[in-house]
């Protein structure tokens, strides 16, 4: 049975070392018969259609990426049905209404550690504020992710396998793409 899902790249288009073109991604994904093949700006998110488990598609993706462009890049695949359960159990709707640019939702890429989120919440800083919710993690940044103490490799140890990020206007974009 095909679904509509969304594969999460984590890193790419950052700082040189990653470049990926999302017309060349969309056609990779193509490749891997995957249908309906959108994607939605240059940081690596694709939605589609295809069947099978997310964790093959994942695979699949990963080893096609790294063939054809030579990096090793983690992809995190999630269905609508997750996407739409993620969006609706958003634990901080003030950020999401004022500051949307400074809520991530986090995923993990395995289920998240126990106690996850309160570990990385011991290390926030500078009202940064860190919940769990719908087997997420959900952090606020008021002073901006790239200045935040939580760096992408704490996310990762503490949440116990690579974590990829997307703020709350990318979660709302995405899940419109899913409906469409």
Not at 114 to 135: L, T
Request: net charge positive; with cysteine.
């Amino acid at each position: 049975m095909m679904g509509k899902s969304v594969a999460l790249l984590r890193g790419i288009n950052v700082g040189g070392r990653t470049s990926m073109p999302m017309a060349e991604l969309r056609t990779l994904c193509e490749t891997l018969g995957w249908t309906s093949v959108q994607t939605y700006i240059q940081s690596g998110n694709v939605v589609f259609e295809a069947a099978g488990p997310a964790a093959d598609q994942e695979d699949r993706l990963e080893k096609a990426i790294e063939a054809r462009f030579g990096i090793a890049v983690p992809v995190l695949v999630r269905s609508a049905g997750q996407w739409r359960g993620y969006a609706s159990a958003n634990p901080f709707p003030d950020a999401a209404e004022t500051e949307p640019n400074r809520l991530m939702l986090s995923l993990s890429k395995r289920t998240l550690a126990p106690n996850a989120a309160a570990a990385i919440q011991e290390r926030a800083r500078d009202g940064e504020r860190v919940s769990e919710a719908a087997g997420a993690l959900w952090i606020h940044y008021p002073s901006g992710a790239g200045t935040s103490r939580l760096s992408p490799s704490l996310l990762d140890r503490l949440a116990g396998s690579p974590v990829t990020a997307r703020n709350w206007r990318t979660v709302l974009k995405l899940a419109q793409m899913l409906e469409a």
